[in-house]
DNA sequence: TTGGTTGTACGAAAGTCTTAGTATTAAATG
DNA sequence: CATTTAATACTAAGACTTTCGTACAACCAA
């Protein structure tokens, strides 16, 4: 017997358009597929498709105005990042996030100020936790 | 007309058998399926077609002793992870990979020792940069 | 030699993902 | 009111993924 396996990731596309939602807080059919990249050449019945499986897998809620509906992300940007960075460290990188950092600071051409930025950030995070 | 798509990403599953042909260097099918994790339950001839699958894509070559294959990675573990954040970056982190090296170090709970890694990691690449 | 073991090759079933067409309904406009 | 416009609902095709069974070849032991 098969699981419902209820993946609790988005799928490539669903990204795409979860994407836009983020980004706008709320929209129509109509809104996102107006914000898709420029050579995106995408139905519109497609893109209805697309947020109402969104919607049976709960990655969004809609609200039904006159005879349109408009869709809310039902999960924050910054918590899906965790997720997905969480569940990326368990599988590429033997479960410890400071592998990915190394990987990141190593490869990445970061600006040196980025690199400060997050040193900054590392140093809050280490006397907070020194209280 | 549908393109090749050849995605050069690693399904579910292919990440699971390149993870273990990454760790012993280069097996057979059988030296892979017996590393899998304990409750996998995978019957030989589906990984025998999941390392075909995988040479198929490129992703292992493999070289014949006898009458068995010896499947050996194409691709470093390195290098797919390198691709791999950088492809999350640009989908999930506005492309700023300070972004998700921000957001791993407010959320996940890295000990204190792994915060303290990173940070000597950044001091590092900082001065290298000073030179 | 003959049968059991171990391996590869191929095919297929079931599930998911992506896309879009058709049908229907509701709104707007003249 | 009649017709065009815009939205949703449903269905389905085609690709990819995951899994395994069957067929066949090679090897080894009694």
């Not at 994407?19 to 519109?44: F, H, K, S």
């Amino acid at each position: 017997m098969r699981q419902k396996k209820k993946s609790e990731f988005l799928t490539e596309v669903e990204l795409e358009f979860m994407t836009e939602l983020w980004a706008i807080g709320q929209g129509t059919v109509r809104d996102v597929l107006d914000r898709l990249a420029p050579g995106r050449d995408l139905a519109y019945t497609s893109a209805a498709t697309i947020l109402r499986i969104m919607e049976q897998k709960e990655f969004v809620t809609s609200e039904k105005q006159g005879k349109t509906f408009i869709y809310h992300p039902a999960l924050a940007k910054d918590a899906y990042q965790s997720k997905t960075l969480n569940d990326l460290s368990n599988k590429l990188f033997d479960g410890t996030p400071a592998n990915m950092v190394a990987r990141l600071v190593n490869d990445q051409d970061m600006s040196e100020q980025a690199l400060e930025e997050i040193r900054a950030l590392l140093d809050r995070r280490l006397t907070e936790n020194d209280s």
